[in-house]
């Protein structure tokens, strides 16, 4: 059964960049403006590499609005979220100079899908399926929101505070307190977050990983290359 995989997404939508960088498209040190319009002038100095590598500035979205809070709910469960999520970070300062260090932002993948788009002059959906999906065989996945999304995956579950002690003498799952994840309309392109897949298919992309025809040895490397603790897409700890 597919379901959700969320920021496992960014694994693949970097290795897009790559992908594009390899075929001519981009350059890693193109900047943001160059792939983006209305690119406001703060962002002239972020690059393609600085979004990969969580390194832009651009705030996360997702750590203002807190994760599944009413506000952060009725954002993503309107079909224009992405864009409304880049129209709002345009609106901002920068919480520091483009390539000064590392601060995870969800919203700098959600810019990257955008000018990975303008890049290839494909839909999101179209370059990663294309580039990488059915390449690396999995064929029961692919990305939320467009007509293909199964109507049927597996369902998440949340649940409240139930407190250290309820939880270290064990709680039933059966006791109630599970209420389902709601479902989130998440319309391409939502670079961050974008992926439904299945066990299965994982293993086949992490057996690619081992230097495959989809993501060769010299790429390999790159990937796992990380900058303070983060690769492309990939997050180290050795």
């Not at 998440?186 to 298919?201: E, N, R, S």
Request: net charge negative.
């Amino acid at each position: 059964t597919p379901q959700p995989v969320a920021s496992i997404s960014k694994m693949f939508t970097a290795l897009a960049a790559l992908k594009l960088r390899d075929r001519g498209a981009l350059a890693l040190d193109d900047s943001l403006c160059v792939h983006l319009d209305d690119c406001p002038d703060a962002w002239r100095p972020i690059t393609i590499d600085h979004l990969i590598h969580h390194r832009s500035g651009i705030p996360d979205y997702e750590e203002r609005l807190e994760l599944w809070s009413e506000a952060y709910l009725a954002l993503m469960t309107q079909p224009n979220a992405p864009a409304a999520i880049l129209a709002d970070a345009k609106t901002r300062p920068l919480e520091f100079a483009p390539g000064a260090k590392f601060r995870y932002s969800n919203t700098g993948y959600v810019a990257l899908a955008y000018a990975l788009e303008h890049a290839s002059g494909a839909s999101f959906a179209e370059l990663l399926i294309g580039t990488v999906l059915e390449p690396a065989g999995m064929t029961h996945s692919g990305m939320l929101g467009t007509a293909a999304t199964p109507k049927s995956m597996a369902v998440g579950y949340s649940y409240g505070d139930l407190g250290w002690a309820r939880l270290l003498r064990g709680v039933p799952l059966t006791d109630g307190h599970l209420r389902p994840v709601p479902t989130l309309a998440m319309t391409p392109p939502q670079g961050h977050a974008w992926l439904y897949a299945t066990v299965d298919d994982l293993l086949a992309y992490s057996r690619q990983m081992e230097g495959g025809a989809v993501v060769p040895p010299s790429l390999v490397v790159e990937v796992a290359t990380a900058e303070e603790g983060y690769g492309a897409g990939w997050m180290e700890d050795r």
